[in-house]
């Protein structure tokens, strides 16, 4: 199984790439997991020739079983996501594709809205959506050296995520007495 990340943050160190990168560490063993980052470089959609960037995402979504998107804790989505996901609709790039949403918020409200914003533009698409609102703060430290998830309740909601999305189940390796 492969599964393509997007991170919907243009900053490398945001909370959102952080949260990426550790559901990408609790995907089960076998599942392929690559982080596409050319958000940034995404034009709008326009009619005619598809730029380099668009080709690329698109190429990669559909050689993949799924996508996992983090979203940000705000209800506008950043114009580049929207771009993209413009793109893959436009070439029914998303039509049937799993994807699985994780939205990250010191506040409930956050999540929510900024998924509830997701969801929309991925359902018009024909995604088939799943996912999680995650409350929690940017501010705490959730992460290890490693970038691992330090939270032992914040990794079963991912692995939850994780789990709508991977045929085979997520489980904590087994103690050897």
Same mark, same amino acid.
């Given at each position: 199984m492969k599964i393509i990340g997007i991170a919907a943050s243009l900053h490398a160190g945001s909370f959102i790439n952080k949260l990426l990168d550790a559901?990408?560490?609790?995907?089960?063993? $076998?599942? !392929?997991? @690559?982080?596409? @980052?050319?958000?940034?470089?995404?034009?709008?959609?326009t009619d005619g020739p598809v730029p380099v960037m668009a080709r690329? +995402?698109?190429?990669?979504? *559909?050689?993949?079983? &799924?996508? /996992?998107? =983090? *979203?940000?804790?705000?209800? /506008?989505?950043?114009?580049? /996501? =929207?771009?993209?996901? !413009?793109?893959?609709? *436009?070439r029914d790039g998303l039509s049937g594709k799993h994807v699985a949403v994780m939205s990250a918020s010191a506040r409930a409200?956050? &999540?929510?809205?900024? %998924?509830?914003? /997701?969801?929309?533009? +991925? %359902? @018009?698409?024909? @995604?088939?959506?799943?996912? *999680?609102?995650?409350v929690i703060s940017p501010a705490w430290p959730h992460f290890d050296e490693d970038g691992h998830l330090t939270d032992a309740?914040?990794?079963? %909601?991912?692995?939850?995520?994780? $789990? %709508?999305?991977?045929?085979?189940e997520v489980m904590e390796p087994a103690l050897s007495l």
């Open positions: 559901a990408g560490g609790e995907l089960p063993g $076998g599942v !392929d997991f @690559a982080v596409w @980052a050319g958000l940034g470089e995404i034009p709008p959609y690329e +995402l698109i190429g990669l979504v *559909a050689a993949s079983d &799924a996508v /996992l998107l =983090t *979203a940000p804790e705000h209800s /506008l989505l950043p114009e580049e /996501l =929207t771009y993209a996901l !413009d793109w893959m609709s *436009a409200c956050g &999540a929510m809205w900024a %998924q509830a914003e /997701l969801y929309k533009h +991925l %359902q @018009a698409a024909g @995604a088939v959506v799943m996912g *999680a609102e995650l309740a914040l990794r079963a %909601q991912v692995r939850a995520v994780i $789990g %709508q999305l991977c045929p085979s």
